[in-house]
């Protein structure tokens, strides 16, 4: 590892600001230095509990996220935020629009806000989100709130990897649809319906009730809250929902199992992603939608495309 | 190629059926002279017709399967049935049952039925079964079902890999959401309320409008048909609308298109499973799982772990 690289990573387990934004730039930029560096940081991680919070644009996140952030101040933790971006290639740094939305703790060093996008990881933001995560856990945040911007694959992916993931949905009959559409209803453990003072909340509650019953028996029922999130009205039985959730998760070995569950996915990603990077590298996508073009007019057969693009 | 293999190619161009069900069992048992065969027949293949039949045990998958086999010959027309059975290991050729719930049809021999497991192939029955499905096609028959004998994982994947995917289900609240928990919802094209002269079809018929409502905008909203298929009741509009499927995918490309990126995905699913084959017989499932275990105590990173298994 580079000497400044192993500077970062003390910097980071000490919790210093400019220390964790270097590192998680790291991340983004992706290359072994980076993983390698969190590699250091692993062993202090696995304290921090997680909650994801995805919906779509316009729903009210951001909001909820700011409140959330109070709660948890309010109890004395430290809060490290990502904000999940992968349409923005070049968000860089955290961008101005979370500061403006979180506006209450931009001046708050208890808080950590930082936007993300990927411009190398292996893998995407799907692979590069838990190095950052982990780089906010071994600085020593307890709670770490990851926010996507809108309910892309990605962005449910990496919200479902959480240990509480709450889908935000607003009153109206479309959006449970939009929900049940972009598979959110099997990464949500908590449904919220933000902006539950306009038309129509009772109807999106009853929509969400009645997807849950399509979904069978459940060990966990993902419970459904109303709230006003510019008001704060409903944030309490928000709070209680999530900290209800860890309860649950925390009895009978579950957390772990589901976190340990987690670990094995991201290393069969990570190792599928080097052995598609090698293929890649071997054959570019031009090669492989031209096999393909020959594949579809009987030219070639499929494994013999298979084979080609494996170099044999 | 072996001299033999070579030898059932013609034969399997010809449409001998002991020459079609040796190499079926070459493609159950896996290996490359089997890959190699099918090879041969690529480029006579891309005629046929694909209907896929899935539901639980004991919906009638088979009794359905046994009435549309009529209409096919009725026609004129040759079928070929693949029975899937990832559950049965050692099932080998045509089971005794297939015979006798397609009794109608043992001993004409415009119909081929045989039962299919895996025993070797690489990937299993995902990729298997369109290797048999080549062969059934260059043996010159101009239908072909694939009943699974589940709705497993496999079964759900395969049976979706048709051109027409039929789903199964029977009277009563329970297999709507048995169905939706499957991930039958996705892949259906016509969904067959079987048995729908006992109690509940209606409600049966109403649970799966209001799932299909909830997945938003359809290009082609599957039709919802009841049937009781040891009487032949409701066989007739079924037949129509296997037709009308046909002809909506026949117009306007759909067809190729929903052919094409069968095509790339079974080319990638083949690459993967090559890439996992090397991984695995570097470093074995214990292994792996002892890595895993590692992870977890957080004495290994992720990436460090799938260093290891990737040999570096």
Do not use: C
Not at 206 to 215: E, I, K, P, V, W
Not at 262 to 270: A, C, F, H, P, S
């Amino acid at each position: 590892m580079r000497r400044d690289a192993s500077e970062l990573v003390g910097r980071a387990l000490a919790g210093d600001r400019a220390g964790i934004a270097k590192l998680i730039s790291l991340v983004e930029q992706g290359g072994e230095g980076a993983d390698a560096a969190v590699a250091r940081l692993f062993p202090h991680t696995g304290r921090a509990y997680t909650i994801g919070i995805t919906g779509a644009p316009g729903s009210g996140k951001s909001s909820l996220t700011d409140k959330l952030i109070g709660r948890m101040r309010a109890g004395g933790d430290e809060v490290g935020v990502l904000a999940i971006d992968p349409t923005s290639p070049f968000t860089g740094g955290a961008i101005l629009g979370d500061r403006v939305r979180m506006q209450d703790h931009a001046t708050d060093e208890g808080v950590y806000i930082r936007s993300m996008a990927t411009r190398g990881h292996l893998g995407g933001l799907s692979l590069a989100t838990p190095q950052a995560v982990r780089i906010l856990d071994a600085a020593g945040k307890p709670w770490i709130l990851i926010e996507t911007v809108g309910v892309g694959q990605v962005e449910v992916e990496v919200a479902g990897a959480a240990d509480t993931t709450i889908v935000v949905v607003n009153p109206g009959w479309g959006d449970a649809v939009q929900a049940n559409k972009a598979g959110l209803m099997e990464i949500a453990d908590l449904f919220v319906v933000n902006k539950a003072d306009r038309d129509g909340a009772a109807d999106t509650v009853r929509d969400l009730n009645a997807m849950l019953d399509f979904s069978g028996e459940l060990e966990w029922r993902p419970r459904i809250l109303q709230t006003v999130a510019t008001t704060g009205q409903g944030i309490d039985e928000l709070w209680s929902a999530i900290n209800e959730h860890r309860a649950f998760l925390e009895g009978g070995e579950r957390l772990k199992a589901r976190r340990d569950a987690r670990l094995r996915d991201e290393v069969q990603r990570i190792v599928r992603a080097r052995l598609e990077q090698q293929v890649v590298q071997r054959a570019g996508a031009d090669r492989f939608d031209k096999l393909l073009a020959q594949v579809s007019r009987r030219e070639l057969d499929p494994y013999a495309a298979a084979d080609e693009l494996l170099g044999e």
